[in-house]
Structure formats: C-alpha cells, structure tokens
C-alpha cells in the first residue's frame, strides 16, 4: 500500500507511543527556516519530548493584573505576540513578574491595589 509511509522517527517520539506509520496526506516536504525572506526569527517555543506535555512558552512582559475576589490573575504578553490572562500560580516564577511588582512599587503581588478603575485604567495606558 503506497498510501502509507512509515518514519523513522526520533527516539524520544517512539518512547511517547507516536506511531511512526502516516496517511500521504498527512505528510509535507521538510522546509527550513529562510534566513533571507525570515531573518533573525526567533523560536518562541521550545518542545519538551521528555515526560512533561506541556510546551514552555517564553513571557515578554506583564501588562496588567486584575483581582476576583481573592483570586488575582496577570496579563501576559508573550514573544509569539499572544496575550492572555493567567493565573499567579503560572506567573509566580517569572522573572517578568518580578519586574511588574517593582513597576508597581510593591513587593509583594498581595500588595498590588485591588481597585477596578486603577486596574482598568492599567490596562488602558500600557503601549502595546
């Protein structure tokens, strides 16, 4: 059957059970990166084939945070472009959020103001 095509596939991939056997239509021609018409792209994400599933997306910056109740979550801005609300535990790590406290005076984020208008006004006068 030559509508199939079997890959040798890395060792990491074949540890995770990925069958190494593909439909042709699932299939492309490798293309690498072009320098000339793509200089200087960085890459955004890193894949981990080890036991975490989850990919590692790089943070640019904290733009802003909002609180519900007791709960407080930030906006991230990430290198690809993307921007999301998160909550601390995902933020908690970041150097990013390091620099957001100190941007807002504050050492601590239970220090961050609570208020409505002050979180939305933050949210108006960041540059995107």
């Known amino acids: 059957d030559t509508s199939n095509y079997t890959l040798d596939l890395p060792e990491a991939l074949r540890k995770r059970r ?10 492309r021609p490798h293309q690498p990166n072009d320098d000339i018409a793509f200089p200087g792209r960085d890459v955004t994400m890193f894949y981990d084939f080890g036991l975490d599933d989850e990919p590692e997306y790089l943070v640019d910056e904290i733009l802003a945070h909002k609180w519900t109740g007791r709960r407080i979550e930030f906006l991230v801005r990430f290198e690809d472009g993307d921007i999301l609300w998160e909550s601390y535990d995902n933020c908690k790590d970041l150097e990013a959020l390091d620099r957001y406290l100190e941007l807002q005076g504050v050492s601590d984020w239970r220090r961050l103001p609570r208020h409505k208008d002050r979180d ?5 006068m960041r540059p995107g």
């Open 18 to 27: 990925i069958h190494p056997t593909f439909h042709v239509s699932l299939l």
């Open 120 to 124: 939305r006004r933050a949210l108006t």
